[in-house]
């Protein structure tokens, strides 16, 4: 989906300037036609002045500015629309609450497309890395019926959730990763430095030393004499599997993996389909047409291989068949969810079916984490315990050794 910058003639032969988003020129000058407006100028916005880079993620937003804070400006217009201030005053007011430069940047822009004539979506869709394409669809429809403040109260909750979401999913993995790092930090520090000085005094024994002994002397050897060399390792495999991911066939081999991760693959299959039912319901809620609707997700969605069976399912939607049918035959979701949607379609709530499910999916995220990171403690305490008592037996079987030798 491309940025365009345009100006046109109204029907009362005043000018009007913006910006729409459209797959093609003809279609932007189409969408203009079918506004009433006779396009008098068209330009695609650059993707340095659109700020993005080409590639729209949904919510997902620039790494120049924060999640949150994009989620509370949201939250500060909706209120302020929802007490029926013009739009142009209360985006003065949030941008006169603003202290972070880029964000004033993009505030400022877009305050001066509207007061140009142009539309709040076109001007959100000119910053796609920060302000996405469910974003901007969702804005563009909330204009259409002239619910823009519901439309962005909505907007605003749904990034608030995913950043409840997001904080219980790294606070529930922070306490393991922590536990692995030391307890990784202190075996490499004792390998490398302590074991060969406390082992020093086993180097005048005149018979072969215990086989665990023998492995710690080993391994503390190769880190002590080839500790360049496996750094050099460990960053050429992490370069290079990045290579690899950043190329189509690594990343649809990454994308199709993911999900079969033992434990953690479930996770990630329950995060992707909460965040497309929530994704999809909200456009439908927002009057999006579901052929639409899917055709969004699909672009927006960061799984290559989630995509791709989002595309066979929106084919097979605007072929006239049903949603669940498509859904049960992909194989990614599983009986309940496709039950639950088939009866949203046959009851016409399927938006409202769409939002139970992502609640019921996150819900599940979170009790998942909670008895993962219940597991993981313990087994990583217990895989700790025993390198320590690796260690130990290693330094202690020769000593004892020596002892019998001296008794």
């Known amino acids: 989906m491309a940025a365009f910058r345009y100006r046109a003639a109204t ?131 909330g204009e259409s019926s002239g ?79 080839h500790w360049l060399l496996l750094v050099l390792a460990i960053v050429g495999i992490g370069l290079g599997g990045y290579a690899i991911a950043r190329t189509a066939a690594g990343r649809k081999l990454l994308h199709r993996n993911v999900f079969r991760v033992p434990l953690l693959g479930v996770v990630a299959r329950l995060l992707a389909v909460g965040r497309f039912s929530r994704t999809l319901g909200m456009l439908l809620k927002n009057g999006v047409p579901l052929d639409r609707a899917l055709d969004i997700v699909k672009r927006i969605t960061a799984n290559v291989e989630l995509g791709r069976i989002i595309g066979e399912v929106a084919k097979g939607v605007q072929q006239g068949h049903s949603l669940a049918a498509h859904l049960s035959d992909s194989g990614f979701f599983d009986e309940t969810f496709v039950q639950l949607v088939a009866a949203g379609e046959q009851s016409g709530s399927l938006e409202r079916m769409l939002l139970v499910v992502s609640d019921e999916c996150d819900n599940r995220v979170e009790a998942r984490l909670q008895v993962l990171t219940s597991l993981m403690e313990p087994v990583m305490i217990l895989v700790m315990g025993a390198l320590v008592g690796f260690i130990v037996m290693a330094i202690i079987l020769p000593i004892f050794e020596m002892s019998s030798m001296v008794g």
């Open 147 to 225: 619910t823009l403040e519901i439309v962005m109260e909505r907007l605003a909750e749904h990034m608030e959730q995913q950043a409840r979401l997001r904080r219980k999913v790294r606070g529930a993995m922070a306490y393991p990763l922590l536990m692995l790092l030391v307890g990784l930090g202190v075996v490499v520090f004792m390998l490398a430095f302590v074991i060969p000085k406390v082992t020093d005094i086993f180097s005048d024994m005149q018979r072969t030393l215990p086989l665990p002994t023998r492995i710690l002397l080993g391994v503390s050897d190769f880190m002590r004499d």
């Open 11 to 141: 029907a009362d032969g005043s000018t009007q300037k913006g910006v729409l988003e459209a797959p093609s020129r003809e279609r932007a000058v189409a969408d203009l036609r079918a506004r009433g407006l006779i396009p008098l100028d068209l330009k695609p916005l650059s993707q340095k002045k659109s700020g993005g880079s080409g590639r729209t993620r949904g919510f997902s937003f620039g790494s120049r500015v924060p999640r949150g804070l994009i989620g509370s400006t949201v939250r500060q217009l909706a209120t302020l629309l929802q007490a029926g201030l013009p739009l142009d005053q209360a985006l003065n007011l949030v941008l006169g609450g603003t202290r972070h430069a880029e964000l004033r940047r993009i505030l400022s822009d877009i305050r001066e497309n509207i007061r140009q004539g142009g539309d709040l979506a076109g001007a959100f869709g000119a910053h796609p890395s920060v302000f996405g394409a469910t974003f901007v669809t969702m804005v563009r429809a």
